[in-house]
T-cell receptor, first 112, second 113 residues
Framework: KQEVTQIPAALSVPEGENLVLNCSFT??????LQWFRQDPGKGLTSLLLIQSSQREQTSGRLNASLDKSSGRSTLYIAASQPGDSATYLCAVDTWGAQKLVFGQGTRLTINP | NAGVTQTPKFQVLKTGQSMTLQCAQDMNHNSMYWYRQDPGMGLRLIYY???????DKGEVPNGYNVSRLNKREFSLRLESAAPSQTSVYFC????????????FGEGSRLTVL
């Protein structure tokens, strides 16, 4: 059974810092991995999707990497801004499972 | 550009009452999903529909029923609500037959007293 872990559960950094959020998964036979953002009281917004054949994806100040062999993905946020404050979740789709398994998320606070 | 629309946004029920959560997407997506989100438990899949006319159980289907009314609409029904079903419910859709990039609605906050 696929298990997805995100550590730390919460992170607070000053504005302007570059930061890395971590996601680990137990079954390396993944189809894809997605990173989402969730603002308080809102739904999830897809940020990046990495297919199993890819090593990384970039969108603006965000870069997500994938290392299937070690069961890890990282989300790199460059030059953080207060508007980046949100909960970030990763989710993994495993071959044959036909559904995403979500991590618990990392609650990120960027202090002005 | 509505995306995924859920109704109602908030609902309070008494134990034993029934209700239906409605979800509609305007992106011509094949797959639709219902998740619940609880503190400390994360997001868990209740039911999903890979295509019009098909539905399958997810991780936590007990106490729920679903209907894929057409390609646009996927409803979630609680026949006899229990306090354990107090949660925030999210509908999502994807273009792919199974998973792919997911688009979420804003959520429906349900309280069962």
């Amino acid at each position: 059974k696929q298990e997805v872990t995100q550590i730390p559960a919460a992170l607070s950094v000053p504005e302007g810092e570059n930061l890395v959020l971590n996601c680990s998964f137990t079954d390396s036979a993944i189809y894809n991995l997605q990173w989402f953002r969730q603002d308080p009281g809102k739904g999830l917004t897809s940020l990046l999707l990495i297919q199993s054949s890819q090593r990384e994806q970039t969108s603006g100040r965000l870069n997500a990497s994938l290392d299937k062999s070690s069961g890890r993905s990282t989300l790199y946020i460059a030059a953080s801004q207060p508007g980046d404050s949100a909960t970030y979740l990763c989710a993994v789709d495993t071959w044959g499972a036909q559904k995403l398994v979500f991590g618990q998320g990392t609650r990120l606070t960027i202090n002005p | 550009n509505a995306g995924v629309t859920q109704t109602p946004k908030f609902q309070v029920l008494k134990t034993g009452q029934s209700m239906t959560l409605q979800c509609a997407q305007d992106m011509n997506h094949n797959s639709m999903y219902w998740y619940r989100q609880d503190p400390g438990m994360g997001l868990r899949l209740i039911y999903y529909s890979a295509s019009e006319g098909t539905t399958d159980k997810g991780e936590v289907p007990n106490g729920y029923n679903v209907s894929r009314l057409n390609k646009r609409e996927f409803s979630l029904r609680l026949e006899s609500a229990a306090p354990s079903q107090t949660s925030v419910y999210f509908c999502a859709s994807s273009a792919a037959t199974y998973t792919g990039e997911l688009f979420f609605g804003e959520g429906s906050r349900l309280t069962v007293l």
